[in-house]
């Protein structure tokens, strides 16, 4: 496998982490919605998606 088709593969996976990372933000609103303290959940997740991000800007 050539080079430049790793990194579409790992861009590839990246992006669809940060697709799970988005639906768990989505959940975690539909949650403070119903009344639930979800801050510390949704600053974790957001840095996650952060340095997820991160990693995409460094290839």
């Known amino acids: 496998m050539k080079n430049n088709e790793k990194e579409l593969i790992k861009a590839r996976d990246i992006f669809r982490e940060c697709a799970d990372i ?4 989505l959940d975690l609103g539909a949650r403070h919605e119903k009344g639930e303290d979800v801050k510390k959940e949704l ?3 957001t ?10 800007e460094s290839m």
């Not at 988005?22 to 933000?25: A, G, H, S, V, Y």
């Not at 340095?51 to 995409?56: D, Y």
Request: charged share 30%; no cysteine.
């Open 22 to 25: 988005i639906d768990e933000i």
């Open 43 to 45: 600053e974790s997740t």
């Open 47 to 56: 840095g996650r998606y952060l340095l997820k991000m991160m990693s995409l």
